[in-house]
């Protein structure tokens, strides 16, 4: 399993948070996504042998929610 943090600046609601959990718990091998408006950060684990952190930041992006550099 595999973990990353990332800040992306547009979460401010308990509806951003419910989209991204939502979208991002849709991909195969994704085992749990956390998000919070207070810190601005998403937590996303995944199975490396299912998908890779280039299609969950692809999604992150595809659905206005891109993490920072």
């Known amino acids: 399993m595999t973990t990353k943090t990332v800040k992306v600046q547009n979460i401010s609601c ?10 991002v718990s849709a991909l195969e091998g994704v085992a749990s996504v956390n998000a919070d408006p207070k810190t601005k950060h998403v937590t996303v684990a995944w199975d490396p042998a299912s998908t ?3 299609a969950i930041e692809g999604l992150l992006k595809e659905i206005n929610y891109a993490p920072l550099d």
């Open 14 to 23: 308990g509806h951003c948070v419910a989209t991204i959990q939502r979208e």
């Open 52 to 54: 890779s952190w280039n």
